[in-house]
Nanobody, 123 residues
């Protein structure tokens, strides 16, 4: 079983950047596809980006395409979400998740979740 801890969230002005990290322990993340999701107040959790075990396949939500980049460093057991050109509508709690099988955009397919990190973008 893998444990996930997100970090790197915070308050940033619109147009700014943040890099989120998801550090894994318990097992190597090389065994898992990884994803980032977010949940804004009063809204359902939504898919942001996902990456396959090797990093060769990446999925990205249309709302963040061209602005956010998911990457992974299996040697460091860490997954990243680089967020550029942030908008107020990106404000949410961001979660990373791990899936034993292939990368997916489907939230319910993920097996393990972190506790989330808050990202707030001011206008």
């Amino acid at each position: 079983q893998v444990q996930l801890v997100e970090s790197g969230g915070g308050l940033v002005q619109a147009g700014g950047s943040l890099r989120l990290s998801c550090a894994a322990s318990g097992r190597s993340i090389s065994s898992y596809a990884m994803g980032w999701f977010r949940q804004a107040p009063g809204k359902e959790r939504e898919f942001v980006a996902a990456i396959s075990r090797s990093g060769g396949t990446i999925y990205c939500a249309d709302s963040v395409k061209g602005r956010f980049t998911i990457s992974r460093d299996n040697a460091k057991n860490t997954v990243y979400l680089q967020m550029n050109s942030l908008k107020p509508e990106d404000t949410a709690v961001y979660y990373c998740a791990a899936r034993v099988l292939s990368a997916s955009v489907v939230i319910s397919f993920y097996d393990y979740w972190g506790q989330g990190t808050q990202v707030t973008v001011s206008s």
